[in-house]
């Protein structure tokens, strides 16, 4: 039934997120670090260009 789908689709997305780094130096170590540094850099342009923050000087 449906509820089975929702319930196998749930699992694998969890599954695939399991395997994600979860700290830049855990994406270092990986055999597929460049890919992970061209999406960090990505989003943190994406960020700058929306102006999410502003920087300033420390008190």
């Excluded at 789908?5 to 990986?30: Q, Y």
């Excluded at 670090?33 to 700058?48: H, P």
Aim: aromatic share 6%.
């Amino acid at each position: 039934d449906n509820d089975d789908v929702v319930f196998a689709m749930v699992a694998g997305v969890a599954e695939v997120e399991a395997l994600d780094p979860s700290t830049v130096d855990e994406a270092r170590s990986r055999s597929d670090w460049e890919n992970w540094e061209t999406a960090i850099e990505s989003e943190l342009k994406s960020l700058a260009d929306a102006h999410t923050w502003e920087v300033v000087e420390c008190p």
